[in-house]
């Protein structure tokens, strides 16, 4: 099993850093940390991160194909493969489910096992396969 236990700067759901009223760092709970990197590695693509090249999810490779069962697998792979090719979740510790919405849009639920508790981390994940779009509420 891996540690997720880290705690860090809270970032705002386009990637700046969040600040309180006195212009400190807010800081992030153990979970909040693992929904945060969750969220980048989703919507970041291959060598789009120069100091990992690796660590994206590629979800626009299924951009324009059919919502069917095989594409929502397809991109359950991804995302599994990007969160654990280096350790950030551990294999056995992560469970992703495809579950499509319309014709063009694929909802991801990412539970993530730590040890005490099963996190759902990012419970509204939706894919548009049509945009290329994700949209992650409060992430």
Do not use: C, W
């Not at 705690?7 to 693992?34: C, E, H, M």
């Not at 120069?50 to 397809?74: F, Q």
């Not at 056995?92 to 981390?121: E, M, W």
């Amino acid at each position: 099993m891996a540690f997720y236990d880290k705690v860090d700067i809270k970032v705002s759901p386009s990637g700046d850093l969040s600040l309180d009223s006195n212009k400190d760092f807010l800081l992030t709970t153990a979970s909040g940390v693992l929904k945060q990197d969750i969220t980048f590695r989703l919507r970041t693509n291959y060598r789009e991160f120069i100091p990992h090249p690796e660590i994206s999810a590629n979800l626009d490779e299924i951009i324009g194909e059919p919502n069917n069962r095989y594409t929502a697998k397809i991109g359950e792979g991804k995302i599994i493969n990007s969160l654990t090719q280096d350790g950030m979740v551990a294999k056995g510790d992560l469970y992703v489910k495809a579950v499509p919405l319309s014709l063009d849009k694929i909802a991801y639920y990412i539970f993530v096992q730590d040890g005490t508790d099963q996190l759902n981390v990012t419970p509204d994940i939706v894919f548009d396969m049509e945009r290329g779009t994700i949209n992650i509420p409060g992430a």
